[in-house]
């Protein structure tokens, strides 16, 4: 999707259109432009033709991307061939595929482990459509935030469902002819009662649910029904063939979700995310009023309640049910910082860091990457380098070279935000997506990756906003940084420029990277760190510019996403990964499985480093489970057959926050090493002192201020905290510790860690 460092000098924006550009293709946002004019590379399929979303006439709103069901609205014809249906689509437990004749099921299967990957494919055992259905085409009717509404015509014929993440059921409308379910060779049929059959392909059950009073039919391979003229019917996915399963799930079949919305609360006292889901529901029949849910582990983990044994396995790991229409989850926010805190203790040396500093900031800051290109990638990377070197100059007392970098970053960013080639964002509406030029890594045809690249963008305008916020004002530059924002995970319904949080997938619990989801093993998503990082800027800018409803925008993203890595790429548990899969980690989590490898290379050092970057003071998530940091770490070390050499600092950062010494010994034995495109040398010196000084992430205190981090050295715990605002405060942690803080100023404070 991406790969590799970045050159190009800065050069100065405009705050007016150049002479060369024609004015009436840019918008203007305060001081900056974006530009109207067609993209060069805009969404489009296989053979680089653009596309338009597969929607049916009554959809409202931006059509949504990057989803796990996006082959529904973007018709890619992977490998060449025509197909205006979709792909498979990963919705768990069920795993589904539009046809012609209706929608594919299939139940959660068991997983094909293949050394460096496992993966639950598609099976398909049923066929669910309408007798004589014959679709030139399916589109998306309506969607929720993690369901969604096809549509099947053909003549009077027509076929409508509905499914989703959690959902065991599908819910369908027949129209036009019988409802049909379509059998596959050796599948048994048991007739429970005339208007319910459980149907067994190899070791799945299914229940197939009609209305009452009307029948099924069973004729050699296919159930059908005419539904006694009312056209709705649902299938469902069992956990087993128990008939008291059976029961229990025929009392919600008609429960029908027609909807779904997710919310979220930040509490600062406690230090606390709330996450509330809720289904919109449709009772067909009397009776049952509930709808049945199939949790993922990050979600009943933390939802404070018992659900029995787990239901169903899936390449999460095991679901759980819940009967309801609404739940919440409460995952702690571990707190975030621009930079760690000044390092006390050690080896570590003041003048040392200075004179690095000031030799990175003479250097060349905006490099081409690694591969040959300066676009909106690479130079993300550079622009996040040079902003946390402007952190730690500041930090430094460095005030000139601070400004120096501050000052490039501000050159760089309005250069990109001034509407003028070649380095300018366009707007598509079409697609309702801004998309940066030069593109990199089919960010313009496929839509892919923007959340990695823009987050970049945002941390560094974020600096410049804590430096000179009146470059950030919205009237200035800072009302593109907001879009930029809006493209990835806009917050706002009403507002119709983006479709709601574009990436992110609330239920999942973290983002897709792929806009048509265009693969048969499903969506996909490689650096949950990039991600991660998208959601420490979105906190730091919100802080920084004194808006709450963004900063808690990007703390919902970030406690949310760090619970969901923690299970999925590095299963901290060990529990989710199947048996047989000997990793300790992903590389790239799929709708379907998850991969020990990368886009580009299968070195072991990037399989694991590509989940550790970009460090930054919102990296300390990576921290909450020392020891498996170590189990990390000493496995990759054992992939490669010894101490990595490339990328050789992104493990040392994240080897120190299991054990600092360590990683401080591996940097004395390799001063000269050559840092990964988007670290620096002073950051990594900086980096290592600060743990090596403070210990251990404590992930028992929390602060009620969200720029925090606790960290703790034996029986010591330090409390550090940072002042975001111009007033100030004083920030208090759960275990009774204050910490005073001037304007935007970091300070630690030390206690026993029994301190109350």
Known sequence: MRWWPLLLVACAGNAVAPAHVDPSTLVAVGAARYSTLPLEHPPSNFAGQPVRPKVTAGFDGPPPTNDWWSSLIWQYDAGGKTNPHSQPLFAHPLSLQAHAGGLGLSGPGTPE?????????YREDLLVGVEGLAAADTRVQSHGDWVVTARWESGTRGLTATFGHGLPFAYFQAQGGPALVSLPPGAQVRAIDPASAQVIVGRQSYGVFAPRGSNWVHDVQRLISDLRGRGYFSVAALPDDRPETFARFRRHAFVFVTGARVAWRYDA????????????????????????????PHQWKHLGQSLGAPAYASPRGPLKLLAGNELEIRLPFAGVLPVLPRPTAGAFDAGTLSSMLRAAARGELFPPGLDGTSGTYWTGKSLERVALLAWLAEQAGEGETRQRLVAALEQKLEDWFDGAPPNRFHYDPTWRTLVGEPAEYRSGWELNDHHFHYGQYVFAAATVARFDPAWAALDRWGGLVDLLIKDCANPDREDHRFPFLRHFDPWAGHSWANGPALFAEGNNEESSSEDANFATAVILWGALTGRPALRDLGIFLHANLTAAVEQYWFDVDGENFPRGFDHPALGMVWGSGGKYDTWWDRNPIYVHGINFL???????????HPDYVRRNYQALVAANKGPPRLWRDIVWMYLALADPQQALALLDQSPHFEPEFGSSRPFVYQWL???????????????????????????TRHHVAFNPGNTPLTAKFSDGVSVPLGPFEEAVVSAPAGAR
């Open 113 to 121: 482990i293949s050394g460096r990957a496992y993966f639950f494919p």
């Open 269 to 296: 006292a406690t230090a606390e995310l709330r996450t509330t889901f809720t289904v919109d529901t449709d009772a067909r029949e009397p009776g049952e009023r509930a709808a049945l849910l199939a949790l993922y």
């Open 614 to 624: 970009p460090f930054t003071g919102g990296s300390l998530y990576l921290g909450r």
């Open 689 to 715: 002192h600060a743990l090596g000084s403070y210990g251990q992430v404590d992930p028992g205190v929390r602060g009620d201020l969200p720029t925090f981090a606790v960290l703790r050295t034996g029986a």
